[in-house]
């Protein structure tokens, strides 16, 4: 079991930065990827970024360029740092774990969300 708790949302000016973090606890025996999503209103959840097991880094066309996603696995934390914010990124943004149990079972762990809104 994984448990994942965000933070680090808010309101930001278009232009501006933010940076998000995703504490995770509980361990994945194969753990495939470690990323962000989100969620705008009446929007899908869609993908944002994320890093494999293997340090492979992988983003939206939407924002690359502009998100950074990264990992300090001394303290199990993913973050996304995200720069030159535009009102489209408006989002609930998700921590996501993706991997497989020892019996070889896909599980799928999700945080809470954190909000992110970006003024015009």
């Known amino acids: 079991q994984v448990q994942l708790v965000e933070s680090g949302g808010g309101l930001v000016q278009a232009g501006g930065s933010l940076r998000l973090s995703c504490a995770a606890s509980?361990?994945?025996?194969?753990?495939?990827?470690l990323g962000w999503y989100r969620q705008a209103p009446g929007k899908q959840r869609e993908f944002v970024a994320h890093i494999t097991s293997d340090g492979k880094r992988n983003y939206a066309d939407s924002v690359k360029g502009r998100f950074t996603i990264s990992t300090d696995n001394a303290v199990n934390t993913v973050f996304l740092q995200m720069n030159s914010l535009k009102p489209e990124d408006t989002a609930v943004y998700y921590c996501n774990a993706e991997g497989l149990t020892n019996k070889l079972v896909s599980v799928d762990y999700w945080g809470q969300g954190t909000q992110v809104t970006v003024s015009s």
């Open positions: 509980g361990s994945i025996f194969i753990r495939n990827t």
